[in-house]
């Protein structure tokens, strides 16, 4: 069966420290992967997605990066946190399935606190 | 223009009432509709998927679609109080997903 795997699940991490998340997915080849931080009481807002291995587009300036080392290996990283970074980290994934259509599935999430 | 639009509400029915949730879309070309469930404190969760105008039931779901008005909304019929979340309405354009910001419905046993 098809999982994705989102960890650490929460994070409190001192401003100007790095950070690094990581999600995974099992079950499946070439899934298009997403980052999305959602912030308190707000909507979902895309940061990243990846359709290949090393393929990475950038929705929006951030102080964050994302790679994509392997298939179905998906990380958000940042050189220095800012209180701004808080927020609700979720990894997604989609693929087509057997009717041409694309489905779309979260992980767990990672909830980071900024302090 | 947002591309994807939602009442954020908070919606509020009776336990065993029918709760109404509206979407709306911006892109004529989009062609597949989500709606997902929040609940707080964790991840979205897929509950009903549409492609085609018309209705489509499942279980006590509901999703409606009319690609004419643009207009995709999500019924849930004898509403629980476990089906108090955030909902969430996702539409697909071409290779892009696009998510409203979501409808808080509170259901009061």
């Known amino acids: 069966s098809q999982t994705i795997h989102q960890w650490p699940a929460t994070l409190v991490q001192p401003v100007g420290s790095p950070l690094s998340l990581e999600c995974t997915v099992e079950?499946?080849?070439?899934?298009?992967l997403y980052w999305y931080r959602q912030a308190a009481g707000r909507g979902l807002q895309l940061l990243f997605y990846?359709?290949?291995?090393?393929?990475i587009s950038s929705e929006v300036p951030q102080n964050l990066s994302a790679s994509r080392p392997q298939d179905r290996q998906f990380i958000l990283s940042s050189k220095k946190l800012l209180l701004s970074d808080s927020g609700f980290y979720l990894c997604?994934?989609?693929?087509?399935?057997?009717?041409?259509?694309?489905?779309?599935?979260f992980g767990s999430g990672t909830r980071l606190t900024v302090v | 223009q947002k591309e994807v639009e939602q009442n954020s509400g908070p919606l509020s029915v009776p336990e065993g009432a029918i709760a109404s949730l509206n979407c709306t879309y911006s892109?004529?070309?989009?062609?597949?509709f989500f709606w997902y469930r929040q609940y707080s404190g964790k991840s979205p969760e897929l509950i009903m998927f549409?492609?085609?105008?018309g209705d489509k039931e499942d279980g006590r779901f509901t999703a409606q679609l009319n690609k004419a008005s643009q207009y995709v909304s999500l019924l849930i019929r004898d509403s629980q109080p476990s089906d108090s979340a955030t909902y969430l309405c996702?539409?697909?354009?071409?290779?892009?997903?696009?998510f409203g910001t979501g409808t808080s419905l509170t259901v009061i046993p």
């Open positions: 997604a994934w989609s693929v087509l399935n057997g009717r041409g259509r694309r489905g779309y599935t």
């Open positions: 079950g499946t080849s070439n899934p298009n």
């Open positions: 990846s359709v290949g291995i090393g393929q």
């Open positions: 892109d004529r070309g989009s062609q597949s």
């Open positions: 549409i492609y085609s105008n």
């Open positions: 996702a539409v697909m354009t071409g290779n892009q997903f696009y």
